[in-house]
């Protein structure tokens, strides 16, 4: 049995909206649906538990009742950090689960390729994330000084889901010392076991909506269909 975890436990400060932005709407729909539905159409997942934050409990268990998501198990609370909401997710996961995924909420246009071929990688090493490539020149940079070009051809930009064999992940939760803002996915923290992570292709089109402008690139992609062009 696998489950998916939605992370969607965020207060929507950094966008600057007075919703959290998962449950904005894009075309009538809110943006946590569109990933709802993947994880409810992805065969590998069996079961989806959803974090939000407190304040949204009430809300989102009303809301989801529409939905008619067949998989989603339970509704969590969050906690103060990304990570910490995910240890809540994990904390409501049965103990017979194989694979776990962690996905983004604010991540509507993951396809169904994605999430079983990642599932899939996680099944066979024990943890998987999902990449792209980076297309911009990387700079480091020290105050306000660039120290050091770095090459892209070895850099990939970490996506959702990221997947782990549910033992892994949680051992990897408890070996954590501080589960503060600067761990922000769960592949840091299995790396830091030194357990191996394999990297699983995924699209550029699999943005995370930040800012007010990702909803227009969001709103295009799916108003061209091109969100399940992967799939």
Known sequence: MNTAIIVAGGTGNRFGSERPKQF????GKPI???SLERFDAAPSIDSIIVVVA??????????????????VERVVA????RAESVANGLRAID??????????AARPLVTVDEIERTIAAASECGAACLTAPVTDTIKQVDGERITETLDRNVLRRALTPQAFKFELLKKAFAAAAD?????TDESFLVEMLGHPVAAVPGSTMN?????????????????????????
């Open 207 to 231: 943005v995370k909506i930040t800012l007010p402008e990702d909803l227009i690139v969001v709103e295009a992609f799916i108003r061209k269909g091109n969100s399940d062009k992967y799939e």
């Open 32 to 34: 946590i649906q569109y």
């Open 54 to 71: 407190g304040s949204e409990l009430a809300n989102f268990t009303r809301l989801v009742a529409g939905f008619r998501q067949s998989k």
């Open 78 to 81: 969050g906690g103060t950090t």
């Open 24 to 27: 904005l709407e894009i075309l």
């Open 95 to 104: 103990r017979e689960c194989g694979v776990v995924a962690v996905h983004d």
């Open 179 to 183: 589960l503060g803002a600067n761990v």
